[in-house]
């Protein structure tokens, strides 16, 4: 049988006679929408779906032996074969296919000149092929690919890359891996190569007798890219990770890192996922740093836990849960030593909370130990807090639903009971002790169109008990403190145009008039007050304390106006201006120890003003001005640049006068060098602007008092098309006199692994918008992506 056109082979009994059945019940059948073709079928519709046979001359018989002649091909519902020329067994599903021969599997291509395949087993042997891999974009070739079955396959004299191979030349990607036999699993997702070598450039850079690396994002257990690092005082870093993925909901990393002056430091995290709480934990222990002579140890644990489904079960309503945040190290130079372990154990304050919370409908509660591990420096010691064990809190607030319950009036109380203890030595006088309070409020809030007016009232209860007695011999005190509150403001609009663009306009006078009577705190210990930053949310509060263990005689008026255009549009507001400043009615006789009595009637001004006309442009201003001076004393102006993705300048001057002055700019730009290629000035989801790219990365501040550059990261990206370089130079300030510096150099083989050290976590936290050139997780490919 000879057919010169295309011919439906297989199919014909399998999909065309059974037409006639299909159609006396096509009206029952039912049709869901779905934005998505199939990826997978289940295993019975495999062994049912139809194979489908053409070419430009076939012979043969069905069922049996065919041979197809001329742009012969042979496809299911997830492979494909082309060849020139084509003999397939319909019985034994056995199939050989010579001449530019092309096989698609679920996306994967490969292609050489010879192939001997079963279609249904998917066991066969390809001949010098060529193939591209779906989920990685990986490419290679080979002296022959032996197909084991559908997931398995092993590739003999391999190379492989995610580098694209070039039309009508010969492929010599940037980066490469060459082994005497590759393994690919698509079960593990995981590809093992046996007398590897990784080759960059054309240089070999790391060999090993067996490694493996990814065919997708799955977590697996193996090795991880080695980190090496320089610094200036612990010397050379080196970090060999292992992984153990032990199961779907929980992990173990290991790092272990030598530390060329100081030793090995034995580093863990460990991960969990449950239904109803999740944490991790990370520890490290170096045993005898030799620049310290002694042992070296930190431990980080964070818990979050969901009790409610324990709570209903024993009858009880509403939610519960468990927070725990403990942090620990061996001793107080861990924060200088170790400045890039985990953030929460870079910091001089470490805490460290235990805390049970929960909530029925307006009310909320909660009981935790709250303490602090302080690490001193005899150049610059600091006060710790105190610590609060236990501290029992409950509250209550009715949301916007029970409104109507009250008519519009918000009531509002707050009970607290905390024990306070921190170590004699940092007592300064003031004794541990005891403090439970109650503060009670009612506001009501009148809102129309134009206006607002608010008043409202608070009752302060707090009572003491100490350990030891006060300077009076009183050994208990107590306090009741009435405030009173009026807030109110107006809101015009208008329409304008400034600059040839339409605007709304408004203008918004604001007046807060607070009172509190004065009672005499003096004697009371400081166990958590503090001064609040002056700022426009703070100028409309009744007390300038943080904390409870001070509030303020406030008998003051704050006067405020702020004006606003947006964009009729779509109301995005492009314009901000403010103005406000406080007076006071009477001295302000509460302070905070070691303070003064407030005499000055007006306060500061603050002035702010924030400016982005474009989405590419920011301004944003604040100052302080202080009258009796009549200049600032604080001032804070950023500007940003933004024009385009991977393209940031941010710039920042800070002023606290007689304190600090600081310049702060930040950068990711791409740079034009006369070697570099041209790239497309658009950039696609996922990735940067184009290959043959340099990038300029950095952070500088500079202290104008010191006149030194305090912290500094600074260098390039090079983004090659399928892979990534990094250089970056970080100096980081340690203390007044000493800084570390350390150089990271990072070599990222898309698809493939890292090698280096990372910079990535570097820059994210001082490069203000950073990106990342290549995004961390892209949506898994469809094989119809490589539909042929």
């Known amino acids: 049988m000879a057919v010169a056109a295309r011919w439906l082979g297989t199919c014909v009994a399998g999909g065309l006679l059974g037409m006639s059945a299909q159609a006396q019940t096509v009206e029952t059948l039912q049709l869901r929408p779905s934005g998505q073709l199939a990826e997978r079928l289940d295993p019975g519709a495999v062994q049912e779906a139809p194979t489908f046979v053409s070419g430009d001359r076939i012979e043969g018989q069905t069922e049996a032996n065919t041979v197809v002649e001329g742009n012969a091909e042979l496809r299911r519902h997830n492979s494909v074969i082309r060849a020139q020329r084509l003999e397939y067994d319909a019985s034994t599903g056995d199939s050989r296919a010579e001449g530019d021969v092309m096989v698609n599997r679920n996306g994967d291509r490969f292609s050489g000149p010879e192939l001997r395949l079963n279609t249904d087993t998917f066991k066969g042997t390809f001949f010098q092929p060529s193939f591209q891999l779906l989920n990685t974009g990986g490419q290679g070739d080979a002296s022959r690919v032996d197909f084991l079955d559908k997931d398995n396959a092993v590739a003999y004299d391999a190379r492989y890359s995610t580098c694209p191979r070039t039309p009508g030349a010969d492929w010599m990607p940037a980066w490469m891996v060459r082994a005497s036999k590759i393994e690919f699993d698509n079960v593990e997702e995981t590809g093992r190569a046996t007398g590897g070598v990784l080759e960059f450039q054309g240089v070999p850079i790391l060999g090993a007798p067996y490694l493996t690396f990814p065919l997708s994002d799955t977590r697996k257990s193996g090795f991880l890219p080695p980190s090496i690092g320089l610094d200036s005082i612990s010397g050379l870093e080196v970090t060999v990770p292992y992984y153990l993925n032990l199961a779907p909901n929980h992990d173990l990393t290991?790092?272990?890192?030598?530390?060329?002056?100081?030793?090995?430091?034995?580093?863990?995290?460990?991960?969990?996922?449950?239904?109803?709480?999740?944490?991790?934990?990370?520890?490290?222990?170096?045993?005898?740093?030799?620049?310290?002579?002694?042992?070296?140890?930190?431990?980080?644990?964070?818990?979050?836990?969901?009790?409610?489904?324990?709570?209903?079960?024993?009858?009880?309503?509403?939610?519960?849960?468990?927070?725990?945040?403990?942090?620990?190290?061996?001793?107080?130079?861990?924060w200088r030593d170790f400045p890039r372990a985990l953030p929460t154990l870079t910091t001089r304050l470490l805490p460290s909370d235990a805390v049970l919370s929960g909530g029925s409908g307006a009310w909320s509660y909660s009981a935790g130990a709250y303490t602090w591990q302080t690490l001193q420096d005899v150049t610059a010691?600091?006060?710790?807090?105190?610590?609060?064990?236990?501290?029992?809190?409950?509250?209550?607030?009715?949301?916007?639903?029970?409104?109507?319950?009250?008519?519009?009036?918000?009531?509002?109380?707050?009970?607290?009971?905390?024990?306070?203890?921190?170590?004699?030595?940092?007592?300064?006088?003031?004794?541990?002790?005891?403090?439970?309070?109650?503060?009670?409020?009612?506001?009501?809030?009148?809102?129309?169109?134009?206006?607002?007016?608010?008043?409202?009232?608070?009752?302060?209860?707090?009572?003491?008990?100490?350990?030891?007695?006060?300077?009076?011999?009183?050994?208990?005190?107590?306090?009741?403190?009435?405030?009173?509150?009026?807030?109110?403001?107006?809101?015009?609009?208008?329409?304008?145009?400034?600059?040839?663009?339409?605007?709304?306009?408004t203008l918004e006078p604001r007046a807060y008039l607070t009172w509190t009577p004065f009672r005499d705190q003096?004697?009371?210990?400081?166990?958590?007050?503090?001064?609040?930053?002056?700022?426009?949310?703070?100028?409309?509060?009744?007390?300038?304390?943080?904390?409870?263990?001070?509030?303020?005689?406030?008998?003051?008026?704050?006067?405020?106006?702020?004006?606003?255009?947006?964009?009729?549009?779509?109301?995005?507001?492009?314009?901000?201006?403010?103005?406000?400043?406080?007076?006071?009615?009477?001295?302000?006789?509460?302070?905070?120890?070691?303070?003064?009595?407030?005499?000055?009637?007006?306060?500061?001004?603050?002035?702010?003003?924030?400016?982005?006309?474009?989405?590419?442009?920011?301004?944003?201003?604040?100052?302080?001005?202080?009258?009796?001076?009549?200049?600032?004393?604080?001032?804070?102006?950023?500007?940003?640049?933004?024009?385009?993705?991977?393209?940031?300048?941010?710039?920042?001057?800070?002023?606290?006068?007689?304190?600090?002055?600081?310049?702060?700019?930040?950068?990711?730009?791409?740079?034009?060098?006369?070697?570099?290629?041209?790239?497309?000035?658009?950039?696609?989801?996922?990735?940067?602007?184009?290959?043959?790219?340099?990038?300029?990365?950095?952070?500088?501040?500079?202290?104008?008092?010191?006149?030194?550059?305090?912290?500094l990261v600074a260098g390039?990206?090079?983004?090659?098309?399928?892979?990534?370089?990094?250089?970056?130079?970080?100096?980081?300030?340690?203390?007044?006199?000493?800084?570390?510096?350390?150089?990271?150099?990072?070599?990222?083989?898309?698809?493939?692994?890292?090698?280096?050290?990372?910079?990535?976590?570097?820059?994210?936290?001082?490069?203000?918008?950073?990106?990342?050139?290549?995004?961390?997780?892209?949506?898994?490919?469809?094989?119809?992506?490589?539909?042929?």
């Open 254 to 334: 290991l790092y272990p890192t030598l530390l060329s002056k100081r030793g090995v430091d034995l580093g863990a995290e460990f991960r969990y996922l449950q239904p109803d709480f999740n944490g991790q934990l990370r520890g490290s222990y170096m045993p005898s740093d030799r620049l310290r002579n002694q042992d070296r140890w930190g431990y980080s644990l964070q818990h979050l836990q969901n009790l409610a489904g324990a709570l209903n079960r024993a009858g009880g309503r509403g939610s519960l849960g468990l927070n725990l945040n403990l942090n620990r190290v061996s001793d107080d130079d861990y």
């Open 716 to 788: 390039f990206e090079y983004d090659g098309g399928c892979w990534i370089g990094r250089i970056v130079l970080e100096r980081l300030q340690r203390s007044a006199a000493t800084a570390a510096q350390r150089i990271l150099f990072q070599l990222e083989f898309n698809g493939f692994s890292r090698i280096g050290s990372s910079p990535l976590q570097t820059l994210r936290d001082n490069v203000p918008r950073y990106q990342y050139l290549r995004e961390e997780t892209l949506p898994s490919p469809s094989r119809f992506q490589n539909y042929d």
């Open 522 to 711: 003096s004697l009371l210990p400081n166990y958590d007050s503090a001064a609040v930053d002056f700022n426009f949310a703070s100028i409309f509060s009744d007390n300038v304390f943080g904390g409870n263990d001070r509030i303020t005689d406030s008998r003051a008026l704050t006067v405020g106006v702020s004006s606003r255009l947006l964009d009729p549009r779509d109301g995005a507001e492009i314009v901000r201006l403010g103005l406000a400043q406080r007076y006071l009615l009477r001295d302000q006789n509460v302070f905070l120890p070691g303070g003064a009595p407030v005499t000055e009637r007006f306060s500061d001004v603050l002035l702010a003003a924030r400016v982005q006309w474009t989405p590419q442009w920011l301004v944003d201003t604040n100052f302080q001005y202080n009258p009796t001076i009549k200049d600032s004393v604080r001032t804070t102006l950023l500007t940003r640049y933004m024009p385009g993705p991977y393209r940031v300048l941010s710039a920042a001057y800070r002023l606290q006068r007689g304190s600090s002055e600081q310049f702060d700019v930040g950068w990711q730009w791409p740079l034009s060098l006369p070697w570099s290629d041209d790239a497309p000035a658009r950039a696609t989801p996922g990735q940067a602007l184009g290959p043959g790219r340099w990038y300029s990365v950095g952070r500088i501040n500079y202290s104008v008092p010191d006149r030194k550059v305090v912290d």
């Open 381 to 505: 010691p600091i006060t710790p807090p105190y610590d609060r064990i236990p501290s029992l809190i409950a509250s209550y607030g009715p949301g916007e639903a029970e409104g109507g319950r009250w008519q519009g009036i918000k009531p509002s109380l707050y009970l607290e009971h905390t024990r306070f203890e921190r170590d004699l030595r940092f007592a300064t006088g003031q004794p541990n002790g005891s403090r439970s309070m109650a503060i009670a409020g009612l506001s009501r809030r009148w809102r129309q169109p134009g206006w607002f007016i608010q008043p409202g009232a608070k009752l302060h209860l707090t009572q003491y008990q100490f350990d030891q007695p006060l300077s009076n011999g009183a050994t208990s005190a107590s306090r009741a403190l009435p405030t009173v509150s009026l807030d109110t403001g107006l809101v015009f609009e208008r329409d304008a145009r400034y600059f040839g663009r339409n605007f709304v306009q």
